[in-house]
């Protein structure tokens, strides 16, 4: 990464542009043109950089429910079972831990009923059961990376 990379960087976690054409603003701001930027974005997201560019919703204020799960998946199932639960859209998180519970995940739903369902789908596919660790307090924090200081 370069200087202008570490740049774009500041700039989309912080004050990602909301207009028609966000890639030739952020071309703009930083002297290339939108198509250099979004090689630079891609090429990020090639690397493992940036695993997304979106919005960020405050789910329970628009009706949806959450639940962090844990599942414990043996080593040789890992890339199985990633694809399985990484298959429904309402999974917004997945990682792994080195632990017994060593793979984590958050659903997100319409409605408890569909995440009960998705929940089900999930053990029937993988044959493995899923631990629930529902939210009692929501703590958000926020985190931005300063890559040029």
Known sequence: M???DLSLLNIIQ???????????????????TENEVMERIAKL??????????????????GYVSTLCAI?????SLEKVTNIVNSFSGVTHNYLREDEYNMWFTLIGPCRENL??????????TNLKIMELPAEQTFKIRVNFNFTE
């Open 2 to 4: 370069d200087k202008v």
């Open 45 to 62: 997201k090639k690397d493992g950089i940036i695993r997304r560019i979106g919005a960020f919703f405050n789910s329970r204020k628009i």
């Open 72 to 76: 414990k998946v043996p080593e040789e």
């Open 116 to 125: 009960e369902k998705i929940l089900a789908e999930i053990e029937a596919k």
């Open 14 to 32: 912080e004050d990602f542009p909301l207009t028609k054409e966000p890639y030739a603003e952020l071309g703009q701001r930083l002297e290339l």
